[in-house]
C-alpha cells in the first residue's frame, strides 16, 4: 500500500516571494508521483508528474518538483508566487500497475498581497 | 476542467433516498474512476471502471454503493439509503488508457439533510 504526508496544511506567503510545499510518500513499490491543484468549487488540475527520467519535473503555472528518491519526497516549488496561485495543493501517488491514486490531505497556498 | 462532465453539481437528499451522481468521461477515454472528498481531506479512491466492467472496486463501502459505466451513455455512481456521513464531495476522473494521467470533473458535492 502507499502513503502520501503533506505535513503543512496551511502555507501563507507574501506575493513574489518563493514557496514549497512538502510531500513525503511511503511505498514498498515503484511509484509515480503527482501534482495537483484544486480552485475552489473545481475539480483538480494536473500541475505536473513524474513517470520517470530527470528528477526535476517543470510543471505548468511555473511550478516545478523535484523527485528524491532517497528522502522518499516530492516537494513543490515556485521561485516567486502569484495571487492566481491561492489554491489547496494535492501531492498524490499511484504504484506501478495499478491505477488507483493516494493523496495527501492537501496544503492550502494564501498569497498575501 | 472542461472535458470530463459531471452532473448534477450539487445535489441534496433527504436521509434514506437515493442519489444517483454522473460522469461523462472525456472524448476517447475509456477508463473512468471515482473519487470522494470529505471536507478537509484529501481525495480517496472509490472504484475503477472500463467500459461494462469494474476493475477495481477496493475503496467502495461494502453496502449501499455500487456503480457502473456502461457500454452506451455516462458512468453512473449510485448511493442508496443515504445517510448524513455520504455528504461529501464527489469527483469523477478518466484517463485514455493504463499509465495515463488522470483528467477530473468538477465534482458533485452532495448535501444530506
Known amino acids: 500500500a502507499q502513503s502520501v504526508t503533506q505535513l503543512d496544511s496551511q502555507v501563507p506567503v507574501f506575493e513574489e516571494a518563493p514557496v514549497e510545499l512538502r510531500c513525503n510518500y511511503s511505498?514498498?513499490?515503484?511509484?509515480?508521483l503527482f501534482w495537483y491543484v484544486q480552485y475552489p468549487n473545481q475539480g483538480l488540475q494536473l500541475l505536473l508528474k513524474y513517470l520517470s527520467g530527470s528528477t526535476l519535473v517543470k510543471g505548468i503555472n511555473g511550478f516545478e518538483a523535484e523527485f528524491n528518491k532517497s528522502q522518499t519526497s516530492f516537494h513543490l516549488r515556485k521561485p516567486s508566487v502569484h495571487i492566481s496561485d491561492t489554491a489547496e495543493y494535492f501531492c498524490a501517488v499511484k504504484a506501478f500497475g495499478n491505477e488507483k491514486l493516494t493523496f495527501g490531505t492537501g496544503t492550502r497556498l494564501t498569497i498575501i498581497p | 476542467n472542461a472535458g470530463v462532465m459531471q452532473n448534477p453539481r450539487h445535489l441534496v437528499r433527504r436521509r434514506g433516498q437515493e442519489a444517483r451522481l454522473r460522469c461523462s468521461p472525456m472524448?476517447?477515454?475509456?477508463?473512468v474512476y471515482w473519487y470522494r472528498q470529505l471536507p478537509e481531506e484529501g481525495l480517496k479512491f472509490m472504484v475503477y471502471?472500463?467500459?461494462?466492467?469494474?476493475?477495481?472496486e477496493s475503496g467502495m463501502p461494502k453496502e449501499r454503493f455500487s456503480a457502473e459505466f456502461p457500454k452506451e451513455g455516462p458512468s453512473i455512481l449510485r448511493i442508496q439509503q443515504v445517510v448524513r456521513g455520504d455528504s461529501a464531495a464527489y469527483f469523477c476522473a478518466s484517463s485514455r488508457q493504463d499509465n495515463q494521467p488522470q483528467h477530473f470533473g468538477d465534482g458533485t458535492r452532495l448535501s444530506i439533510l
Open positions: 471502471l472500463q467500459k461494462e466492467n469494474i476493475i477495481d
Open positions: 472524448k476517447g477515454h475509456s477508463h
Open positions: 511505498s514498498s513499490v515503484s511509484v509515480y
